[in-house]
């Protein structure tokens, strides 16, 4: 049976030989006192998060750091007045910062010729704030945007995206980012919960060398918002790959046309917006169909955004920061976007596939910038890892100092790899833990405090000061060191999400009702605190899986199983993948008429495309089976059929669902083998 949980942990634990660490970035003195405050004392908890934000520009300053009067609905920097466009833009000009690069933009086609990317496009702050502003400035005129409006985008990874998004909150309105990967099905139902009537999008985006389109997909979500009630008004485009695409004259235009008559130095002043009116919505899977839209606040968001980026990336006037993240996903967000512009930083941003036109292109990257603080994820580094390290070795890479990690646990193989070719056996390399909901990292490892929490390479580090995290057991006991349970926060933190739009009861619901009588967020997660009071987080305890760092709920996917005509019920798992961590393995029950046959198999995995999008379809096996099996309540047993793909052995299974007949669980095992043999050959 493959390793899970537990079993990694212990093999991590005995095979790695930590590093010399360098204690030589930076130490605070107080920090550890912050600490040990925070963790006793919720004075001290205002007083450290009153410090961070004391760091920032507010037009009106706060009254309270934080009123807990209404838990779960916490306040953060009550009466605060601010802005994340001014403080992303005019903010960094006001302080010096006005010709400095602020975003350098790699297209992904590349001149075999010349060497070299054919496309570059760098920003200074000050082209941000110009840029920007003219959108800001067709968006209130022409379109008539108007504070707290709710603007859909779906683009791709064009420096357009951080326009638009910065346009959007200097006006006080919100955005709602849908990845480029999810279907028009998927995009028609964010647009039509967030009732927007503009959607931002592109022709299309350059992926491993091809045009991958994107217009159409607009389109054809266009209509079905309308046959659910809600009308589109105007769809802008934004010009990128050149590929042909049909018009609508009535509700389409170009995002140049847009603006070609608007004067470039035209300047709208920044909405002065509540600290805790919200910044966007960023829908996120969960257990059961409908995606949550997770209301992220502004005031306590910008906080937590540059409190983490100094402490965990420990951020320079003169880093080269590359986080490779999609924008489309909460780690762009934060850590491409609203983050690195707060702190003032040079970024990169990366239109394309890492192994285009060869798996060294992130290395020339490195190499050509001089990227001193990396970003990424698992599922990428062992994408990379496949290949001889020589690829690796030919780039000079001295330049990095911190490199970082984020979406998944990562596996022993993966990190040692990471560590010695990216990391140098020498640096700060960490796994940060955080989730769409909490909007900021809230675990990692300090670089400079390495006499305080010495780096343990592999964990997840410590949680975050001023944070409390415990693992709990299933009546929201803490757990003894090193045995599994559910990771909680018990205590808020400035950058968590307000609410789900438009649910605040599914908000209480799914978030902080899972321990009895306790005012505690459930992560969804299982983890391990180590005899030291490191996290290990091992992955998640309930029906979400992480396809190539990307969420989605297995729910999402039967719902979306179901709706095709010739599936009667179907039960989705996660299977353990080499590279992408986990793919969705789907077993399906047909209806009577319809025979499994390969031409069928295909065709359903043309109808998740369809349906939720490519994120999905592409990994996804399709296994036929004659039925799910059930617990005598009903509820598929998802455990057995993990096992089972897993390769466990039948007295493994039938030991593990509670109120399962032994003869039942027998069959599903042969039936489940069955399918999988079938699917072999
Ligand atoms: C930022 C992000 C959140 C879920 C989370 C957990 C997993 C994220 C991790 C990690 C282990 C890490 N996760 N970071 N697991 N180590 N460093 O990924 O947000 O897309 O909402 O996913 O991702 O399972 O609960 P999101």
């Not at 086609?109 to 054919?118: G, I, L, T």
Request: hydrophobic share 40%; glycine share 8%; proline share 6%.
């Amino acid at each position: 049976m493959a390793k899970e949980g537990v079993e990694v942990y212990k093999e991590f634990e005995a095979n790695i030989i930590p590093p010399a660490w360098k204690d030589r970035i930076w130490n605070k003195d107080d920090f550890k006192k912050w600490y040990e405050t925070t963790v006793k004392d919720k004075k001290a908890v205002e007083e450290w998060w009153g410090k961070w934000a004391n760091e920032l520009f507010w037009f009106k300053k706060w009254n309270k750091v934080l009123d807990d009067s209404n838990p779960p609905f916490y306040r953060w920097y009550v009466g605060g007045e601010t802005n994340l466009a001014y403080l992303d833009t005019d903010w960094q000009i006001a302080q010096g910062r006005k010709n400095k690069l602020a975003l350098i933009w790699e297209g992904e086609p590349w001149d075999e010729a010349m060497e070299q990317p054919k496309e570059v496009r760098k920003f200074t702050y000050y082209d941000l704030f110009r840029e920007s502003n003219v959108i800001s400035y067709a968006l209130r005129e022409k379109l008539k945007v108007k504070k707290g409006e709710i603007l859909t985008f779906y683009l791709p990874m064009i420096p357009e995206l951080p326009l638009y998004m910065l346009a959007t909150q200097r006006l006080g309105a919100r955005h709602s980012a849908v990845y480029s990967g999810f279907s028009a099905d998927a995009l028609a139902t964010r647009a039509i919960d967030a009732g927007s009537r503009i959607i931002v999008t592109a022709d299309g985006f350059y992926r491993r060398g091809k045009i991958i389109s994107l217009k159409p997909i607009v389109d054809e979500a266009v209509k079905i918002c309308a046959q659910n009630g809600l009308k589109i008004e105007k769809v802008i485009t934004v010009k990128r790959a050149g590929n042909e695409l049909p018009w609508n004259k009535e509700i389409d235009t170009w995002h140049h046309e847009l603006i070609s008559d608007v004067p470039k130095n035209v300047t709208v002043p920044a909405e002065k917006c509540g600290s805790e009116d919200f910044s966007y919505i960023l829908y996120t899977s969960g257990t059961t169909a409908t995606p949550k839209g997770c209301q992220l606040p502004i005031g306590g968001y910008a906080v937590s955004l540059y409190a983490t980026m100094k402490l965990i990336f420990d951020v320079k006037d003169n880093d080269i920061y590359w986080c490779t993240a999609d924008i489309g996903w909460v780690t762009g967000h934060s850590y491409i976007v609203y983050g690195p512009l707060l702190t003032g930083l040079t970024s990169i941003m990366y239109e394309g596939s890492p192994d285009y036109p060869r798996p060294d292109r992130w290395w020339s990257i490195i190499q050509r910038y001089g990227v001193t603080i990396f970003y990424t994820t698992p599922t990428a580094i062992r994408l990379l890892m496949k290949f001889p390290e020589d690829l690796v070795r030919k780039y000079d890479l001295s330049t990095v100092r911190i490199c970082h990690s984020v979406g998944e646990p990562i596996n022993p193989e993966a990190f040692r790899w990471y560590f010695r070719n990216i990391g140098k056996d020498d640096i700060v390399a960490s796994s940060t833990w955080w989730m769409t909901e909490t909007g900021q990292m809230l675990t990692g490892h300090f670089p400079g405090l390495g006499k305080i929490f010495p780096l343990k390479p592999g964990t997840n580090g410590y949680p975050f000061p001023g944070v409390t995290m415990e693992v709990l057991d299933d009546d929201g006991n803490t757990c003894p060191p090193r045995v599994r349970g559910y990771l909680a926060m018990t205590s808020p933190w400035p950058g968590m999400l307000m609410t789900l739009y438009k649910n605040s009861q599914r908000y209480v619901d799914v978030y902080w009702s899972r321990f009895k009588g306790k005012m505690y967020f459930y992560t969804g997660d299982f983890a391990i605190k180590d005899q030291d009071g490191y996290l290990w987080v091992l992955g998640r305890a309930d029906d979400v899986l992480k396809v190539a760092g990307h969420r989605i709920g297995t729910a999402e996917i039967e719902s979306a199983m179901i709706k095709h005509p010739a599936v009667a019920e179907s039960a989705c798992i996660g299977k353990s993948d080499p590279v992408k961590g986990e793919i969705p393995f789907i077993f399906t029950v047909l209806k009577q008429r319809y025979s499994p046959n390969p031409k069928l198999a295909d065709e359903l995995k043309m109808h998740l495309r369809t349906t939720i999008g490519p994120l999905v379809s592409s990994d996804a096996t399709i296994a036929f089976v004659d039925s799910v099996p059930k617990t005598r309540s009903g509820k598929i047993m998802r455990r057995l059929l993990k096992a089972i793909v897993c390769g466990a052995a039948i007295g493994d299974v039938t030991t593990l669902e509670d109120g399962v007949a032994i003869e039942e669980a027998k069959k599903a095992y042969e039936s489940v083998k069955s399918a999988l043999e079938q699917e072999k050959s």
